[in-house]
């Protein structure tokens, strides 16, 4: 099970980092990902990291802005956001695939299995 947290209200330009952490198992065998469902639209891809965190994947909106990471050690993912515009505001979701280690990122929605519950993030003009 994973549980997202760190979500909140922040104007724009500002930055927060989102958690989410996996209870009672190691993420190590996975790659995570954020994804992002903006109000009245569809969920979207925002970014991934393969299980040993040296490859690591953007949606261009947010390219140069978000950094995904994680500790395998304390089986949490990790997304730093900075220079928010309110068009970040979404509810942001963790997602995980169990892949064997040479596995491409995905971008897909469908390729994750596991889905935490969600955190709110709000970026005010």
């Known amino acids: 099970q994973l549980q997202a947290s760190g979500g909140g209200l922040v104007q724009a330009g500002g930055s927060l980092r989102l958690s989410c952490a996996g209870s009672?198992?190691?993420?190590?065998?996975?790659?995570l990902a954020w994804f992002r469902q903006p109000p009245g639209k569809e969920r979207e891809y925002v970014a991934s990291?393969?299980?040993?965190?040296?490859?690591?994947h953007y949606a261009d909106s947010v390219k140069g802005r978000f950094s995904i990471s994680r500790d395998n050690g304390q089986k949490t993912v990790y997304l730093q956001m900075n220079s928010l515009k309110p068009e970040d505001t979404a509810v942001y979701y963790c997602?995980?695939?169990?892949?064997?280690?040479?596995?491409?990122?995905?971008?897909?929605?469908?390729?994750?299995?596991?889905w935490g519950q969600g955190t709110l993030v709000t970026v005010s003009s």
């Open positions: 997602a995980a695939d169990s892949v064997i280690l040479s596995a491409p990122l995905s971008s897909t929605e469908s390729d994750y299995e596991s």
């Open positions: 990291i393969n299980r040993r965190g040296g490859s690591t």
């Open positions: 009672g198992r190691s993420l190590s065998n996975y790659v």
